[in-house]
């Protein structure tokens, strides 16, 4: 199976105050911790939304905005494209991510339940879910999920998601 990893970044982290794709972890920027995890799983690697160093940055569909599906949609549109089968997301917040994330969510539609962000996603879908946004159905993950009938994976632990800059501080000051 040919695996698109799809990183979301392109949301404008008013939670965060500021680019939080590029806050460091042990001298690192999130977006690359999220990089070298979801990279290891997949055949080809992209970042939605934003221009990222070091990888090939792809819009969202059907325009910019519409947030996770407008990235998911962009990343699916891709992977349909380019011939991948599926395609596994993150958002770039996740930067200990499952590195067996692929295993743990096939077959697919799945996302990681309490993060919907982590899915693994069907290319197939792409022509649906751009006609759904493009019909300005609801917005919300969930209801794409529902729609979809994706299954919810429980994960042994669940991945530390960044939203804050307390969340951040908390993480970087975790015993390592």
Not at 15 to 23: E, H, L, Q, T, V
Not at 86 to 114: E, I, N
Not at 118 to 144: C, F, H, K, Q, V
Not at 159 to 173: G, H, K, M
Request: aromatic residues 6%.
């Amino acid at each position: 199976m040919s695996i698109l990893g799809a990183i979301f970044a392109g949301g404008a982290a008013r939670r965060f105050g500021r680019d939080k794709a590029a806050a460091e972890i042990e001298g690192v920027a999130m977006i690359d911790h999220v990089a070298a995890r979801l990279g290891g799983q997949c055949d080809t690697l992209v970042v939605v939304g934003r221009e990222w160093p070091g990888l090939v940055s792809i819009a969202d569909i059907p325009r910019p905005g519409l947030g996770p599906l407008g990235a998911l949609a962009g990343a699916l549109g891709f992977a349909l494209d380019g011939g991948f089968e599926a395609v596994l997301t993150s958002g770039c917040d996740l930067p200990d991510l499952p590195t067996d994330l692929l295993q743990r969510l096939l077959p697919a539609p799945a996302v990681v339940k309490g993060q919907p962000l982590l899915g693994l996603w069907p290319s197939a879908l792409a022509p649906r879910l751009i006609g759904w946004l493009e019909a300005d159905g609801d917005r919300a993950m969930r209801s794409w999920i529902a729609e979809t009938g994706a299954r919810r994976v429980v994960l042994p632990v669940e991945p530390t998601n960044i939203n804050s800059v307390a969340d951040w501080e908390r993480y970087n000051a975790r015993p390592q």
